[in-house]
């Protein structure tokens, strides 16, 4: 059974991080990481927002009783094979858990221009994905339109 409050929660916790993160798009690469807490911040929010994502879908993959996946981005993929998600969509951010993974365990070797393009682009994709998980919830009726 999906449990709907604690999904609700973290879409609007990857809601915040998004607005939190939306100012600074505008910002160049060199103005960002100049200042080393600012660049830690921006990279926390992405490792948070990714986080949301990875629970979110993981919770629906189990609540859903869907084909077992070993991978967080087959997770993802496996959402879209089902219509939970657009499969375009899932196509585009099942590599979301890979960025995750980068920022937490190979934080070293973080690729800056990496970060600032996922900062320019990947925030749109974000908002889509709350999107399309509230229009799956009032679709299948958990949420009321």
Not at 27 to 35: E, N, P, V
């Amino acid at each position: 059974m999906v449990r709907i409050e604690s999904v609700i929660r973290r879409l609007q916790a990857l809601r915040g991080y998004i607005d939190q993160l939306r100012p600074y798009r505008s910002w160049t690469l060199k103005a960002l990481t100049d200042d080393p807490m600012l660049w830690a911040g921006i990279l926390r929010y992405l490792q948070l927002a990714a986080q949301c994502v990875m629970d979110v879908t993981t919770h629906l993959h189990v609540s859903l009783n869907l084909e077992p996946a070993d991978e967080y981005d087959e997770v993802i993929l496996t959402l879209g094979k089902q219509g939970v998600l657009p499969r375009d969509f899932t196509e585009r951010i099942y590599k979301i858990p890979r960025f995750r993974n980068i920022l937490v365990h190979e934080y070293l070797t973080i690729d800056p221009y990496r970060v600032y393009e996922i900062l320019q682009h990947g925030l749109s994709d974000l908002e889509l994905f709350i999107e399309y998980v509230y229009d799956f919830l009032r679709r299948e009726g958990y949420l009321e339109e």
